[in-house]
Every structure is written in structure tokens, then in C-alpha cells.
């Protein structure tokens, strides 16, 4: 494991406890000096777990496995740094943005790397342990959450006091993916009055199972789940119809907290600027979606913006602001997505007739065998429809 080079990324692929288990696989573990720091893993740690700590070209010489939070794809800042560092015939395991990032994934094919995408795991039963970005999505519902209470100028809670009584903040979640539904839980925790909005009605008992209220939008029979319970991307149509009976809900609001991306395209728009404009002034939208372009018209990737004395916050990596956790949850998708392909004597195999393998894997043996990859190289008219995850 070498050391996370995007800027700002707190995150470790492996934590100390990870790398135990792997050496319990009959694995040997080299990880880059001090990569642990920033999340909370001193090398100490490591080194009392038989790890062995050594360079970062010590790391990648060595490595029959090169473990990493950003790998190229996924680290614009210095991700192409570690290209000449890779060779043929080592695995790679990662966030590369593999549905974005197709020109990264051409080289990690040229260089001969077999590279598995940890966003592409498949939302299947047997790989919930292995699906990263539901452990990250929980994280940045989370983080967008205490984001909001920080920036409102309101408390969230109900508060009787001597000086009278505070009413509870308002809080609109829109959609309850995995971020989603952590946000409802987290602003419910801090005392908030909670309602949530999917496009998915069967989601609606989740998010009252957690006290929230589902909001109810008249789409006209326009349905929006799609494979694997994940909302697929829709119309303009269908968003424009959405967006106005939004802005009747919305108009009620303190916060709102967007969290509507679909994997390899933009984000959709779900709050235009003339929707925020009639939130009160002191309101915040926190809009998690930043990095896909944002679901408010208004977004900026890693600003906030105040328009009209209403902050519109677009963090970015939000996952990373609690890097302890998030490593350990990463660390654990990652230990458990090798554990398919190491066998009792340690030996590596790429099991091609595993779901799991077969659709997190995008290149090998010198090509990109990734289907949903190869669409997006051979060209829009064979891409087909779009899955989203409100997430």
C-alpha cells in the first residue's frame, strides 16, 4: 500500500487491523512509510503487525497487489506519477473513475495491470462487503449533515428554555440511497424535523422507519426505480415536472440536502436557482452530488456559495473528512474483495466466472474487459440507459 498523492485525501486503503487479516491470508504486507499518518495509523501500528514499511518504489517493486484509496483515474493531482511505477501482470485495486476516466484505464490496459474499480462492485447480496461506495456514501451523509448545522444559523433541535421555546430546524433530504437515509438518520439524531424525497417509492418505508416523512410528488405514473433498486437517470421531462412541485416543498425548508448522482454522467438538477431563491434567507443547501456538477444550479465543486443570504455548500470528498472510519470501512471492502481471489496457500486467481470479479475488474491482460467500459470507448449509441444511485 503506498501513500495516498491526491490533495486533500486523509484516507488509507489499508489500516493495520486490515493488513493482519491479510497476513493471515499467508499474505506478505509492505506499506509506504508514514502513508497511515493522516488517517490515525502511525507506522508503529503497522510494524507490530508484521508489517514490513519501506519506500514508495519498494512498495510498488515489491507488490504482486497495489492497494490504493485514489488510484490513477481517481487522482488527477499525481495519480499518472505511479503509471511508470506499475508493471505487467500486477493488480491494481482502487477508486479510478472507471466510467470517466477512460483514457486512464486505456494505459492501466496498455501496461498490462489487471485493475479492479472499486466503485464498479455489483449491488448484489453476496458483495454488500465488499461495496465501497455505500461505505463511503454513509460517511458524506453524514459529514453533509453536521456541514448544514454548522452553516445554518439555527440550532436543529427543539430547546425550552427560559427564554422561551427554539423551534426544531427543517430539514428536506432528496433522495434516501445510502447517503441519503445516513443524512435523515444524523439530522433526525440532532433533533431536526425531517422529511425526504426519492423518486423510488418503495424507499418510502425506510425513511419512515427512521422518523422521517416521505414526501409525496405526483410524477405521473413515470417510473424511476431501475436494476438493483438504484433510481435510474430519467428525461429533462420527468426533472423539470419534479422541480416544480420540489419548490412547494422546499419553500418550507431550513436545509436541504441533496445527495442524486449517477455513476459516469452529470448529476441531475434537481434545485434551480429560482427554487432556492425561495428558501428563507439563512438557509443552506449542502449538496453532496458536487463533484458530478451538483444538483442545484447554483453548486460550486469545493465553495460555498451565498446567494441571496442562502449558502449553498459543494463539498467535496467528503468521505475523507473522517478519515479513521472510512479507512476502516474501505480497508474491510477491500480485504473482502481479495478474500475471493486468494486461495488457502496464498496464491493469487482471477476467477472470471465470478460475478463479483467479472464486473469490478476493467482491464487484464493488456485489454479493457470491462463491458460497461468498452460501451463507453465504442461510443454514445451503444451506451445503454444510464443506472443512477441516489447516493
Given at each position: 500500500m503506498p501513500r495516498e498523492t491526491f490533495s486533500g485525501e486523509r484516507r488509507v486503503a489499508l489500516t493495520p487491523r486490515a493488513c493482519e487479516a491479510l497476513i493471515k491470508l499467508k499474505l506478505d504486507v509492505v506499506v509506504e512509510s508514514s502513508a497511515g499518518l493522516d488517517a490515525g495509523f502511525p507506522d508503529e501500528e503497522y510494524a507490530r503487525r508484521g508489517v514490513r514499511l519501506?519506500?514508495?518504489?519498494?512498495?510498488?517493486?515489491?507488490?504482486?497487489?497495489?492497494?490504493?484509496?485514489?488510484?490513477?483515474?481517481?487522482?488527477p493531482d499525481r495519480g499518472r506519477d505511479d503509471l511508470p511505477l506499475l508493471r505487467q501482470g500486477q493488480m491494481l485495486?482502487?477508486?479510478?473513475?472507471?466510467?470517466?476516466?477512460?483514457?486512464?484505464?486505456?494505459?492501466?490496459?496498455?501496461?498490462?495491470?489487471?485493475?479492479?474499480?472499486?466503485?464498479?462492485?455489483?449491488?448484489?447480496?453476496?458483495?454488500?462487503?465488499?461495496?465501497?461506495?455505500?461505505?463511503?456514501?454513509?460517511?458524506?451523509?453524514?459529514?453533509a449533515v453536521l456541514i448544514a448545522a454548522v452553516t445554518l444559523p439555527k440550532m436543529f433541535p427543539m430547546m425550552m428554555t427560559a427564554a422561551g421555546t427554539l423551534t426544531p430546524a427543517k430539514v428536506l433530504?432528496?433522495?434516501?440511497?445510502?447517503?441519503?437515509?445516513?443524512?435523515?438518520?444524523?439530522?433526525?439524531?440532532?433533533?431536526?424535523?425531517v422529511s425526504a424525497y426519492d423518486?423510488?417509492?418503495?424507499?418510502?418505508?425506510?425513511?419512515?422507519?427512521l422518523g422521517a416523512k416521505f414526501v409525496v410528488l405526483d410524477m405521473g405514473g413515470a417510473s424511476a426505480e431501475g436494476e438493483g433498486g438504484y433510481a435510474?437517470?430519467?428525461?429533462?421531462?420527468?426533472?423539470?415536472?419534479?422541480?416544480?412541485?420540489?419548490?412547494?416543498?422546499?419553500?418550507?425548508?431550513?436545509?436541504?440536502?441533496?445527495?442524486?448522482?449517477?455513476?459516469?454522467?452529470?448529476?441531475?438538477?434537481?434545485?434551480?436557482?429560482?427554487?432556492?431563491?425561495?428558501?428563507?434567507?439563512?438557509?443552506?443547501?449542502?449538496?453532496?452530488a458536487a463533484e458530478r456538477g451538483g444538483n442545484c444550479a447554483l453548486t460550486r465543486a469545493g465553495e460555498t456559495v451565498v446567494h441571496r443570504g442562502i449558502s449553498i455548500v459543494g463539498p467535496v470528498n467528503l468521505a475523507s473528512k473522517a478519515p479513521f472510519h472510512s479507512s476502516q470501512m474501505y480497508a474491510?471492502?477491500?480485504?473482502n474483495l481479495l478474500k475471493l481471489m486468494i486461495d488457502k496457500e496464498g496464491a493469487l486467481k482471477i476467477n472470471l466466472g465470478d460475478e463479483i470479479i467479472?464486473?469490478?475488474?476493467?482491464?487484464?491482460?493488456g485489454k479493457i474487459v470491462n463491458a460497461k467500459v468498452n460501451q463507453l470507448l465504442a461510443g454514445p449509441a451503444t451506451v445503454?440507459?444510464?443506472?443512477?444511485?441516489?447516493?
Open positions: 519501506g519506500s514508495r518504489e519498494d512498495v510498488f517493486r515489491d507488490a504482486a497487489i497495489v492497494v490504493q484509496s485514489r488510484a490513477v483515474g481517481a487522482n485495486i482502487g477508486f479510478g473513475e472507471p466510467l470517466t476516466a477512460l483514457k486512464e484505464c486505456a494505459e492501466l490496459a496498455e501496461r498490462g495491470v489487471s485493475f479492479f474499480a472499486m466503485e464498479l462492485v455489483p449491488r448484489i447480496t453476496r458483495a454488500q462487503a465488499m461495496d465501497a461506495l455505500s461505505s463511503m456514501a454513509s460517511i458524506a451523509g453524514y459529514e433530504v432528496l433522495g434516501a440511497g445510502v447517503a441519503g437515509l445516513q443524512a435523515i438518520a444524523t439530522a433526525k439524531r440532532l433533533g431536526a424535523v423518486v423510488r417509492s418503495a424507499v418510502k418505508e425506510q425513511i419512515e422507519s435510474k437517470a430519467m428525461d429533462e421531462a420527468f426533472y423539470q415536472r419534479q422541480r416544480e412541485q420540489l419548490a412547494l416543498v422546499i419553500k418550507e425548508q431550513d436545509v436541504v440536502i441533496t445527495t442524486a448522482a449517477v455513476p459516469g454522467r452529470k448529476a441531475p438538477i434537481l434545485i434551480t436557482a429560482e427554487m432556492a431563491e425561495v428558501m428563507a434567507s439563512g438557509s443552506v443547501i449542502v449538496d453532496i474491510t471492502n477491500v480485504v467479472r464486473e469490478t475488474l476493467v482491464t487484464h491482460e445503454a440507459a444510464g443506472e443512477g444511485k441516489a447516493s
